[in-house]
């Protein structure tokens, strides 16, 4: 079946740090992948995606690049704000079309942002 | 225009009650998905509605849950007699209606999330 693994979190960094979180999936075919963000009390939502081998997806300054020989899609920014402090999801969608509401997604990983 | 709203936020329930989360979907969106993410998991899908009708079930547990999506009012998750393996942080999304290439999983809007915790 198909997996989503993501770097384990709390990652805590200072203001303009540069920015990693790693996400490796497993999958049938050829998935669509995704970055979510979800900030404190609110819903997750779509940062960035990419759908096919080495589209790059990109959105408020934060990248991430689709992979396919190493099956990952891991997420960078060159300079952290506080306001970036946040769970990031990483997800897949194997499905093309109608079916790709099934995301599966990886843990999320907590991000905090220091002045 | 307010996104999709989930209530409660957090709901304790002890076992053998039931549980009902609700969630309104965006304005002008017409399918409603429940998702539900257990402690150190991913969040998972568990089935996707449209009003009157549940196109897909697959990820819903063969007992104790079901869903709805009437035509007024907002979607319901339902958990009869709940266990404590039930307490998770239970999402709804929607989506518009479905054209062509902007169906699906690049336009799902979730909400915040419902947690529930089994006493």
């Known amino acids: 079946g198909n997996s989503v693994t993501q770097m384990e979190g709390p990652v805590t960094l200072s203001e303009e740090a540069f920015l990693t979180i790693n996400c490796t999936y497993t999958a049938t075919g050829y998935p669509s992948l995704f970055w979510y963000v979800q900030y404190p009390g609110e819903g997750l939502q779509l940062l960035l995606k990419a759908t096919k081998a080495d589209d790059k997806g990109s959105n408020k300054g934060f990248e991430a690049t689709y992979r396919k020989e190493t099956t990952s899609f891991h997420l960078e920014k060159g300079s952290v704000q506080v306001s970036d402090s946040a769970v990031y999801f990483c997800a897949l969608s194997d499905r093309s079309g109608a079916g790709s509401y099934q995301l599966t997604f990886g843990k999320g990983t907590k991000l905090s942002v220091i002045p | 225009n307010a996104g999709v709203m989930q209530n409660p936020r957090h709901l304790v329930r002890r076992r053998g009650q039931e549980a009902r989360l609700r969630c309104s979907p965006m304005?002008?969106?017409?399918?409603v998905y429940w998702y539900r993410q257990l402690p150190e998991e991913g969040l998972k899908f568990m089935v996707y509605?449209?009003?009157?009708?549940?196109?897909?079930e697959s990820g819903m547990p063969k007992e104790r849950f079901s869903a709805e999506f009437p035509k007024e009012g907002p979607s319901i998750l339902r958990i009869q007699q709940v266990v404590r393996g039930d307490s998770a942080a239970y999402f709804c999304?929607?989506?518009?209606?479905?054209?062509?290439?902007?169906?699906?999983?690049?336009?799902?809007?979730f909400g915040a999330g419902s947690r529930l915790t089994v006493l």
């Open positions: 509605l449209q009003k009157e009708n549940i196109i897909d």
């Open positions: 999304a929607s989506s518009p209606p479905a054209q062509g290439k902007a169906s699906g999983a690049n336009v799902l809007t």
């Open positions: 304005k002008g969106h017409s399918h």
